[in-house]
């Protein structure tokens, strides 16, 4: 089988897993926000946003760096497993320690005994990432598919456990744990493959890529998640619990889907290194399916977000579909960001998206804290605002060093862009004209069915996405033969 049929088919497998996990994680989001409360969400989202970046800190790269290279000898693998397991360690016990200072900043009761118990966490998902890179390398989509439904059934079922018998935010807390902890048993297990004693073995190339891709990884989650603690720290657990629901549920098609195919793209991509137009063909159609799929999901939901809100978390939560609108109109462009991210890696170009990454992340920051006074509607413009500026720096820069056909991918994402947004203002207004007093899971199916008439006559009105219709329509019969 070609690469390009690997690839279709690998997506194919990694979207069918990823749908059970986005009804498990919708199920999470709609039942769990009928169990707890705001400030059960706010303390969570608020020790998450911390020791997140710990989690990441424990892999630092290591995974991208296994599944990227062009050739990894055992020794070499396994010495990436040691210093992972060592980093994740390390960051236990400092996120032991520094608790009662995190406690302290918030200000907020029960922040400590949560950070030191999620802490455990670190130490299980640096010991699974190199279990889940050798799979990831070896093109075994199922298996992964398979770990990722069950880790996350795993999580979910001991933080309804918790929740219904009064447990509070340590539901939260628990589901992370247990998703962790299924992860990390069902890749071992699956992987067949155990770490050797740490050997002196060739190593800098991989620690330079994995330093690089983490550097941008980093950035990437600070960025994402300072409005988090920016929230907590001036508006309090309960303004931050509305802001977070909203932004979970905005997360959903990104965690879902964006992220997961990460481990489809990567190794095909990386396989097209010596040629690049083929590789731009790759990344032009990975372009399609992100903006005209996931992109319109985004804009969808931003013109129906007050009965989308309704539906998922409840009336209670109505105040968050603002918020939730604004940060799906930026999704569009986290979801194009993704085809970068995965070109950059493909190509070795991490240092050079680490550069640009620190201006535009350290921006985003900037407007993140300014925005924060002004509440959750202040944060979410400043989030939507900076993934449209980081896309665009993106564009007009470093991707022109890939030596692919920036241009082409670019008026990809433009032409999806505009019929989205044109879509998104069709079901807008048909809703708040004429459908606005229906019980809210019919104008969610109403305005679904308008969204897609409307698709279906700009691509027959419009010649260039039709073209692009038809190049998804092809690219999904090629996963399934």
Not at 104 to 110: A, I, K, L, S, T
Not at 361 to 366: D, T
Request: with cysteine; proline share 3%.
């Amino acid at each position: 089988m070609s690469d390009g049929g690997k690839a279709a088919r690998g997506a194919r497998v990694t979207l069918g897993g990823q749908a059970i996990k986005f009804i498990l994680q919708l199920a999470s989001t709609v039942i769990l926000a009928r169990l707890l409360s705001p400030d059960d969400f706010g303390l969570f989202a608020m020790v998450l946003a911390v020791t997140g970046l710990a989690a990441l800190l424990g892999d630092f790269g290591l995974s991208n760096a296994a599944v990227q290279a062009k050739d990894i000898t055992d020794q070499q693998r396994s010495n990436l497993f040691w210093i992972s397991a060592s980093v994740g360690l390390v960051l236990y016990v400092a996120f032991f320690l520094a608790a009662p200072l995190i406690e302290d900043f918030y200000q907020v009761d029960g922040v400590a005994m949560v950070v030191r118990v999620m802490a455990v966490g670190f130490v299980l998902s640096a010991l699974a990432s190199q279990f889940t890179a050798h799979l990831t390398r070896s093109l075994n989509f199922g298996r992964l598919a398979l770990i990722d439904i069950a880790s996350q059934a795993a999580g979910l079922g001991l933080a309804l456990l918790l929740a219904v018998n009064g447990a509070g935010y340590w539901a939260l807390v628990g589901q992370q744990l247990a998703a962790a902890g299924m992860l990390l048993l069902l890749t071992l297990i699956f992987a067949a493959w155990m770490p050797r004693l740490p050997k002196r073995a060739p190593m800098r190339s991989l620690l330079s890529f994995a330093a690089n891709s983490f550097g941008v990884q980093a950035l990437s989650y600070v960025s994402g998640n300072v409005d988090s603690v920016a929230l907590g720290r001036t508006s309090g657990p309960e303004a931050l619990g509305l802001y977070d629901r909203a932004y979970q549920l905005f997360k959903i098609p990104v965690q879902q889907i964006a992220a997961p195919l990460t481990r489809v793209a990567l190794p095909i991509l990386s396989r097209q290194q010596s040629d690049r137009a083929r590789m731009s063909r790759y990344v032009v159609q990975a372009q399609l399916g992100m903006t005209y799929v996931l992109g319109a999901a985004f804009c969808m939901g931003a013109a129906l977000a007050t009965p989308v809100i309704e539906v998922a978390l409840g009336a209670q939560w109505t105040s968050s579909a603002g918020i939730f609108a604004i940060l799906a109109f930026g999704g569009i462009f986290q979801v194009m960001g993704y085809v970068y991210y995965w070109s950059f890696l493909a190509c070795g170009l991490t240092g050079l998206q680490l550069r640009f990454s620190i201006v535009t992340r350290s921006l985003m920051v900037l407007l993140i804290i300014v925005g924060a006074p002004f509440g959750p509607t202040g944060v979410a413009v400043a989030v939507a605002g900076s993934l449209a500026l980081n896309w665009i720096v993106l564009s007009a820069f470093p991707m022109r060093r890939t030596g692919m056909d920036v241009g082409a991918i670019v008026r990809t994402g433009l032409r999806g862009i505009a019929v989205n947004v044109l879509m998104a203002g069709a079901v807008f207004s048909a809703d708040i004209l004429f459908f606005h007093e229906l019980i809210p899971i019919v104008r969610i199916v109403i305005g679904m069915t308008i969204g897609l008439a409307f698709y279906a006559l700009a691509a027959l009105v419009v010649k260039p996405i039709g073209r692009d219709v038809r190049s998804i329509i092809h690219i999904v019969r090629r996963s399934f033969r």
